[in-house]
């Protein structure tokens, strides 16, 4: 599975995703749930060929094929993950800050969570504003993984859309003409 | 001796680019459709079936822009007026989707017809102050038999219990599908407040429809691409293309330039860009823009061409959409069915308590639009709006803005001002070096009066459908920037309904084309998309501009459609 955090990373990075979208006994941690995994393939997408970007299934669908990504699809993903580098050919528009560095700097600025509360990580994220940058894209990163599809990592066993009752991918059954009108049986 | 490649080149392969690439190939032109973006859709060898990207994932369609533009690559700017400076964002804005297919490939393909009304705007209704309000240059009879024939080549399924739609000449191909059972409460709700709801024609089979198969209700249907071939905008068009043997389609060519005579006065073809970023040229006698009201006038601009109205990329409009949200007590399934399955007209028309709305704020009318009755969007969206703690998971149990939630989005009428427009940004650029396009654009009075009036009236009928609360909101906001700097529905129109930057008329001096889509300046150079809009109505848009393409290309070929009368 391609990857970039090293364990280390990882687990630092689930006590934090763990604290942006927390357990409250039904619902999972997105950590927890794989949201770690879903960032540090995303993060590692290109170390895959093709890169792990657009699955061409779902998880239901059992199909595991990658599509590939275009030339300006390239360039814009490398971009958004890796930054522009100093890279003439990414730097169109100015320096670009990517993923991979928001969340290596971050998560070195942030220090050990381990002994900290949920509650006192948020904090901490919203006193210093030199991580706003990381607590969004985490955060982002944190709702992706728990309530999208669990092709990406995250999700795990669908924990996210049976704690909220989410059906995910019904195709190619679907939803019949009645079920879609009299979801909860005959009105009475 | 000139030679040429194909007898048309059509910059662009959304609907009004398929509707254009498929009349001209079934009576025997050679077409080369260039699309700008990727290739999802369909294979480009026989028999062109379906490529199977396509899937019921919300990261991919929308977290990870499958359908484009990327907003890094491909960035627009927009700014409410020149006050805010160059601009006030960079990234997506107004990003219609930039892949084989277009704009047809995510949207839930709700797709009325205009009323007469709509194309004598000026003459119904009179002039506004600092708004430009023309009519057509055609009216609804001229249209009608190419609604007719563009509905029946997409397959729209509808009925004819509209009291304020138009005649028609033809029923709608196939019957609607199944209620969704939130607009069952709603339109049942808006009866009881004198309104008039009925099934909204949609380009979704509710039954096997030209070889694909009848929807199955997966709830994935806008802002994805469908993964059974249900909707048939445009796949339906550039498949009948493909199997004349006739039409070359070419994903990731970017047109860049469209070369003309010395003299700038006829096409001859265009230039683009492939994958790698090698130029390509192609001669045709017919140049077809079909990108977007977007992507259109900034081609346009980028050539500096066919603007002697100085009117290229002006009178840009969206629909002011005001969206009124009730949470209920209940869940509204709102994940199973095809988005929205429910309309209402009424507010097209003036009322008594219209008029008088419109007299005690000073203006001599205001003007609705369609309402949809629809679903709210899917989890993954509505996890990011409740912010990150201990409540998330609650709140998403909860799901006010989810599974209770049900929307009224109003495409309200927006009255074209010169000042609204797209334009180059003088500084941010696309992947290719090029200026990327920039919106300017603030809503007029009259959308505001519009939005206050009609609000209230439609948080009243959620509230008679059991909400528990509601609040209405528009797209763009209003109001001090800062509030709305965290707004899920973003600070620039979220409407992906653009028109008008390339407006059709009767004068070259007041307008870009003539009635037919022919540009005044440049002899060979058509367009087919919404650009052409004199004014951008209270309807989606689509329907209109692929009828519009198609007897524009019906008129090229010399076959314009015989004109019909209404059915018994």
Known sequence: MPGWLTPEELEQLTRLLDALVPDDGVNPAAGAAGAADYVNRLLGAFTADPPRIWPRGTARSGDTDWLELGTAETLAWRIRIEGSRSMPEREFNGAVRGWQEIYRDGLTEIGDLSERTGAQVRAMLQADDRLTELAELAFAHACESLYGDPIYGGNRHEAGWTAIGFDGDVVPTGWSDDEVTNPAGPPS | ?568
């Not at chain 2, 498949?239 to 001859?268: H, M, N, Q, W």
């Not at chain 2, 367009?527 to 209270?538: E, K, L, P, Q, R």
């Open chain 2, 1 to 568: 001796m000139t030679t040429q490649d194909c007898d048309a080149v059509i910059v662009g392969s959304g609907p009004g680019g398929s509707s254009v690439a498929d009349v001209l190939t079934s009576h025997g032109w050679s077409v080369i459709v260039l699309e700008k973006g990727r290739n999802h859709l369909l294979s480009l060898e026989p028999p062109y079936a379906g490529l199977g990207h396509f899937s019921n994932d919300e990261i991919k369609s929308i977290d990870r822009h499958l359908l484009g533009p990327d907003p890094i690559t491909e960035p627009r700017t927009y700014r409410r007026t020149p006050a805010d400076g160059d601009r006030i964002l960079t990234g997506h804005v107004n990003s219609l989707p930039s892949t084989v297919g277009g704009g047809g490939v995510h949207a839930d393909s709700k797709l009325p017809r205009l009323r007469n009304e709509d194309f004598n705007l000026r003459s119904s209704l009179g002039p506004q102050d600092d708004a430009d309000i023309v009519d057509w240059p055609i009216d609804y009879a001229d249209l009608e038999p190419y609604y007719a024939e563009s509905e029946r080549l997409l397959g729209v399924a509808g009925e004819v219990t509209n009291p304020f739609a138009e005649w028609r000449s033809t029923p709608f191909p196939m019957p609607p599908g199944p209620d969704m059972f939130g607009a069952v409460l709603s339109s049942a709700a808006a009866e009881r407040r004198g309104l008039h709801p009925y099934r909204a024609p949609t380009g979704v089979n509710s039954m096997t429809y030209d070889g694909r198969p009848a929807c199955v209700n997966c709830g994935f249907c806008g802002f994805h691409g469908c993964p059974i071939e249900a909707k048939g905008d445009p796949v339906a068009l550039l498949r009948r293309s493909l199997l004349t043997g006739r039409c070359e389609i070419r994903p990731e060519s970017y047109v860049t330039v469209i070369t003309t005579t010395p003299d700038r006065r006829r096409a001859t073809g265009v230039r683009y860009l492939d994958a790698s970023g090698v130029t390509h040229e192609i001669r045709a006698p017919v140049v077809v823009l079909a990108g977007g009201a977007f992507e259109t006038p900034r081609l346009l601009l980028l050539n500096d061409l066919a603007n002697s109205s100085g009117l290229v990329g002006a009178n840009l409009t969206f629909h002011f959409q005001t969206l009124t949200v009730g949470s209920f007590p209940f869940p509204l399934f709102g994940e199973r069915g095809r988005a929205v399955t429910h309309a209402h007209d009424d507010f097209i028309v003036m009322d008594d308590e219209a008029r008088r709305a419109a007299r005690s704020a000073g203006l001599p009318w205001i003007r609705g639009g369609l309402t949809e009755h629809g679903a709210a969007a899917g989890p993954v969206m509505e996890s990011k709006t409740y912010g990150p703690g201990d409540h998330h998971g609650r709140s998403m149990r909860d799901s006010a803005l989810r599974r209770r939630m049900w929307v009224f989005t109003l495409q309200a009428e927006d009255l074209a001002q010169p000042a609204n427009r797209i334009d180059l940004d003088p500084a941010i650029k696309d992947w290719a070096g090029l200026p990327a396009g920039r919106v300017t654009y603030s809503p007029h009075r009259h959308e505001l009066v519009t939005s206050d009036h009609y609000g209230p009236i439609l948080e009243g009928v959620l509230t008679d459908a059991g909400a528990e609360w509601v609040f209405s909101t528009t797209s763009p906001p209003t109001g001090p920037l800062d509030v709305h700097a965290r707004n899920p529905m973003g600070i620039a129109p979220a409407s992906y309904h653009i028109m008008g930057t390339a407006r059709m008329g009767q004068d070259p001096a007041t307008s870009v084309t003539d009635p037919a889509g022919r540009f005044w300046d440049v002899e060979g150079l058509v367009c087919a998309d919404s650009s052409v809009f004199a004014t951008a109505a209270g309807y989606n848009p689509t329907l209109t501009l692929v009828a519009l393409a198609h007897r524009m290309a019906s008129q090229l070929v010399g076959e314009p459609l015989p004109a019909t009368v209404p059915r018994p």
